[in-house]
């Protein structure tokens, strides 16, 4: 089987890359009184994962650090009250850490090919200075983990399980939630329970959902697993009363939906061209079983247990020009189950428009399953294995939880009388028509929208000063505060492959 060469799966403006950034002016007006209203921003402490910390491009460093929501927000309470901002500050901007690429690799950066093509690479240029058995001295503001799910922020030895917490934590047994509520802060921002749906969403719906199983144990939780509802909210509610108990404000941010992040929306369902005489051979490959879904339907249709309609999503079929993914779908009807006759019928069909193909299967699709087999095409002549593609049923799962989880969210602060912000919704503007600042608009387009960094989960600098603004919004009304906004035209996107430094 021959298929047309060099497949592209992300389209890339170069020319919108390498343009230069617009710089913008946004000076303090010193005739303004800025003030906090009804908060403290003397001792702003920032909880949450990796969205709080700063992670970009696949890695934790210092100018993603630097340029935090939280770490942003600091620098404008500092003109209404607000205190020092600490962090702890990876050694580098390579990202990861020293000798531990295999787990923690450095980070991503645009490069180019021989041919000019650009694409997400690891950083090579040098090797990350961070060690992963140092301990940093003292507390910090912004205790934003890598990571962490809802539960992980109580959870006594966190550290030793995570090195991102466990090169501050104040002692081997230490929770998260305990250091942060030692600091006494007068003002907080939570920001936590994306991790508890994600690690099922990125992994094309491989884990286990447990507010299917019922497991309220979320020690016995894989990474891969959905975060049982009940579970969720217990623990959010304990974290909000510990960050209040001395009579904190703050804000509470809820949860994106999937769709709204490119990791999920970049490689389309039907990436594979053929020509006509490919497509007709690949058909022919596919006689057998295509009949094989007849004579099921034809034994079965009568029983109601496999319908004309399913028969008709599992007939493969390719035409001239560009073709959709055959796909495992394990929510397909086991039709061996139903009669032996068809147990050697495989569960799959071609993708639609209502799945979605996770941003890492763009390097998988297209290549070959037996290097000495040239039929044995990924997405053509072998199916894409479950764990590349988010199904219907899959996506259904997690807006489910993610429903519930900002349900409590929003719930928690309107009873503990706290800011609540939506940023579920300013990303779901940035993925439909995006959203407008001075000198731009900011898309969740992979690569060149410049709200989301190499990997297509976590914000670019830009987008976290998207999401610094928009909490400054909610503060103001919730406390009648009076606090400047930034310019997200003063905060870059993502990072060509020489401009590390």
Request: net charge negative.
């Amino acid at each position: 089987m021959k298929m047309k060469n060099n497949i592209k799966y992300l389209a890339i403006l170069v020319v919108g890359l390498v343009a230069c950034e617009p710089e913008f002016d946004n000076p303090i007006d010193e005739t303004d009184v800025y003030t906090s209203g009804d908060a403290d921003f003397s001792n702003f402490v920032a909880l949450g994962n990796s969205l709080t910390a700063g992670f970009a491009d696949n890695a934790l460093y210092i100018t993603g650090q630097e340029n935090s929501y939280p770490n942003i927000l600091s620098q404008q309470f500092a003109l209404a009250g607000g205190g020092d901002f600490t962090q702890p500050l990876m050694a580098d901007n390579v990202g990861g850490f020293a000798g531990q690429n295999a787990t923690f690799p450095p980070r991503l950066v645009l490069a180019f090919d021989a041919e000019g093509n650009p694409s997400p690479q690891l950083f090579t240029g040098r090797q990350s200075t961070t060690d992963i058995t140092a301990k940093l001295d003292g507390s910090f503001n912004n205790m934003g983990i890598p990571g962490a799910r809802v539960y992980h922020l109580g959870f006594p030895g966190y550290g030793t399980l995570n090195p991102y917490f466990g090169r501050f934590s104040s002692e081997t047994n230490a929770t998260v939630i305990g250091d942060a509520a030692a600091q006494n802060p007068t003002f907080f921002s939570l920001w936590i329970g994306n991790n508890d749906i994600l690690g099922y969403a990125t992994s094309g719906g491989t884990g286990m959902d447990h507010n299917e199983t019922g497991n309220i144990d979320p020690a016995t939780y894989a990474g891969n697993d959905i975060t049982n509802n009940n579970v969720f909210g217990s623990v959010y509610s304990e974290l909000v009363t510990a960050l209040t108990a001395n009579g904190a404000e703050g804000v509470l941010l809820n949860l994106p939906d999937v769709t709204s992040i490119p990791f999920f929306t970049t490689v389309p369902y039907n990436p594979i061209p053929l020509d006509a005489q490919t497509a007709l051979g690949t058909n022919i490959a596919y006689a057998a079983y295509n009949g094989g879904i007849q004579q099921a339907l034809q034994a079965l249709g009568q029983t109601g247990l496999f319908t004309a309609q399913e028969a008709a999503a599992r007939t493969i079929n390719f035409t001239e020009g560009q073709n959709a993914v055959v796909i495992l779908d394990e929510n397909l009807t086991d039709l061996g189950a139903i009669n032996p006759a068809f147990a050697m019928l495989p569960k799959l069909r071609q993708a639609t428009a209502d799945d979605l193909l996770v941003l890492t299967s763009s390097a998988v699709i297209g290549t070959l399953a037996n290097p000495s087999d040239p039929s044995s095409v990924i997405g053509v002549g072998v199916p894409l294995e479950d764990q590349w593609v988010l199904t219907p049923d899959e996506q259904e799962v997690i807006e489910n939880a993610r429903t519930f989880y900002n349900t409590t969210i929003e719930s928690l602060a309107t009873a503990n009388g706290l800011a609540f912000f939506d940023i579920a919704s300013v990303l779901r503007q940035a993925a439909n028509e995006g959203i407008p600042f001075n000198g731009g608009v900011i898309r969740s387009t992979f690569a060149t929208g410049g709200g989301f960094s190499l990997d297509g989960v976590h914000p670019t600098p830009r987008a976290h000063a998207l999401v610094a603004n928009g909490i400054i919004n909610v503060i103001e009304r919730t406390y009648g505060a009076n606090l400047p906004s930034v310019d997200p035209g003063d905060f870059d996107t993502i990072t060509l492959s020489d401009e590390v430094n």
